[in-house]
């Protein structure tokens, strides 16, 4: 007697459709992970940009305790919408915390928070010539 019986051949099919489910699976995770790291990634970049911004911006000595602002980025070919809250630390007014919330959506959950401290050096206006 040659061949395979049915039941070999069913036994045979079962275990080769666990093995690509388990696989499609794998790849499924594997996209899914790809995009939340991208995202991720970008929301951050976004954060540390406007972090960045509010260093080198030369107003600070002009913020209340507390400033918050709102706007959206353009990068990763996507707009990403950001809260910054500024506020200026309890015993030095030349220090201010600044934290970021940076979301994909307008109105969505922040995939992102980033906090930041700037210390503003004010200009002696004799040294500045």
Known sequence: MQGFTLIEVLIALVIVAI?????????SRNAQN????EQKMGAHWVAMNIISREQVNAELPNYSPVVQ??????????????????????????????????????NGSPVE???GYIYHIPMDSENTG
Do not use: C, R
């Open 34 to 37: 790809a995009s939340y790291i």
């Open 19 to 27: 093995s690509l489910t388990a696989a499609s699976y794998a790849i």
């Open 113 to 115: 928070q980033l906090d």
């Open 69 to 106: 602002q709102n706007g959206t980025t353009e990068m990763l070919n996507h707009t990403w919408y950001w809260q910054s809250k500024i506020e200026t630390l309890a015993n030095d007014e030349q220090s201010y915390h600044v934290t970021v919330f940076v979301s994909p959506t307008e």
